[in-house]
């Protein structure tokens, strides 16, 4: 079993900061990319950032230049910094892992149960 578990949304004013993280654990032997999606209201779920195995990080034209996103592979942990937020980054943030689990073959998605982002106009 590998579980995702999020933590550090919460309600922030707008241009203020927020960090996020969620950590794997489970019978985990690697794990490739991993990112942060976001699902507001009315909305498809959307890519927000992810960062692969070697450190390359890819972002999404919205957050670019506001938002980082960092992982400590020791821990299994991905990390999401948000800096100058806007109410349209109200949404819930999903964390997302494509883990190669031990004794099974091939690497398969896992995702978070979501955390809530409210910023406030």
């Known amino acids: 079993q590998v579980q995702l578990v999020e933590s550090g949304g919460g309600l922030v004013q707008a241009g203020g900061s927020l960090g996020l993280s969620c950590a794997a654990s489970?019978?985990?032997?690697?794990?490739?990319?991993m990112g942060w999606y976001r699902q507001a209201p009315g909305k498809q779920r959307e890519l927000v950032a992810t960062?692969?195995?070697?450190?390359?990080?890819n972002y999404a034209d919205s957050v670019k230049g506001r938002f980082a996103i960092s992982r400590d592979s020791r821990k299994n942990t991905v990390y999401l910094q948000m800096n100058s937020l806007k109410p349209e980054d109200t949404a819930v943030y999903y964390c997302?892992?494509?883990?190669?689990?031990?004794?099974?073959?091939?690497?398969?998605?896992?995702w978070g149960q979501g955390t809530q982002v409210t910023v406030s106009s």
């Open positions: 997302n892992a494509e883990i190669i689990r031990v004794g099974v073959l091939g690497s398969y998605d896992y």
């Open positions: 960062i692969n195995s070697g450190g390359s990080t």
């Open positions: 489970g019978s985990i032997f690697s794990i490739n990319a």
